[in-house]
């Protein structure tokens, strides 16, 4: 086997490891929202949704933006994206 | 033996066409899979179930098929296995012109990954579990898990090449291998 081709392997190997160290934002969306002191409380955002008639699964946190999967008054499955100070939806990447 | 004398050691068919195909589509789904994993869309989604697809299909072709492309071809007991790896360990393993061993025990681990990996992947868009914390993690960790399997994988694979001289990664490309040095050959070679 040549040098060349165990150097490419080696390669795809620790390229294969990297996905056990990256983590982060997703990109989706992203919020200018400023320091966290700042936002509303998820619970706020949660109890409003509820109200809605959603059906909230979990809420985090990613670009800034809470993040919120729930199943809408509809039934349907979404990711929703919401300004974390306003409350106000944000449009996806998806979206 | 020198270079030019292992030239000239005649190949045989190993790996069919099946085997090969479904190798390196699994690899291309993996692949992309992880690169769309917060793609917006529903790229990652397809991808899965052609992951699924392509396990279930090699799943099958482990009982149908024949040759080294059949499971009850490498996937030995645990006692052969853990003598195999004494043997690696001691540098005196055997050749074998399919999967050896630990690689037989490989291709099980990464197809039971693949498969649970999709699994929990396809759980997490029903509405029963759609955004179901745990679901993901588990989802993510069975993931984190089979990388470093693959990781392993591709090691083993560079290992056992530089160990019997030969290049097993273009074999899983052309599908064939070098016969044994006469005299040189164990019991499990064939």
């Not at chain 2, 074998?96 to 197809?111: C, I, S």
Request: with cysteine; aromatic share 10%.
């Amino acid at each position: 086997m040549s040098r060349r081709i165990s150097t490419a392997t080696l390669l795809v190997a620790v390229l294969a490891a990297a996905p056990l160290t990256v983590a982060g934002a997703t990109g989706l969306a992203t919020c200018d929202s400023g320091s966290p002191d700042t936002w509303q409380p998820q619970e706020k955002l949660a109890a409003m949704l509820k109200e809605k008639g959603w059906d909230v699964r979990n809420v985090k946190v990613d670009g800034g933006c809470y993040e919120v999967y729930a199943l809408d008054d509809k039934g349907e499955r979404v990711e929703a994206y919401f300004h974390p100070v306003t409350l106000e939806r944000v449009k996806t990447a998806a979206e | 033996m020198s270079a030019a004398a292992r030239e000239l050691r005649p190949t045989v068919p190993v790996w069919d066409a099946l085997v090969r195909v479904l190798h390196w589509s699994l690899v291309v789904s993996v692949a992309a899979a992880w690169l769309t994993r917060h793609s917006p869309g529903r790229w990652h989604e397809w991808l899965g179930y052609a992951t699924l697809a392509i396990v279930a299909a090699r799943t099958a072709w482990g009982f149908l098929g024949s040759g080294h492309a059949r499971f009850a071809d490498f996937v030995r007991s645990f006692p052969a296995t853990a003598g195999y790896a004494r043997d690696v360990l001691a540098g005196r393993e055997a050749r074998f012109l399919g999967h050896n061993p630990l690689g037989g025990w490989m291709v099980v681990a990464l197809l039971t990954m693949v498969a649970l990996v999709g699994f929990t992947g396809w759980l997490y868009t029903t509405d029963r579990f759609w955004g179901v914390p745990w679901v993901e993690e588990l989802h993510d960790t069975l993931s984190d898990i089979l990388f470093a399997f693959v990781a392993l994988h591709i090691l083993g694979v560079l290992f056992t090449s530089a160990r019997h001289r030969e290049n097993l990664a273009a074999a899983m490309l052309h599908g064939r291998k070098q016969v044994g040095p006469a005299g040189g050959e164990s019991a499990g070679e064939l």
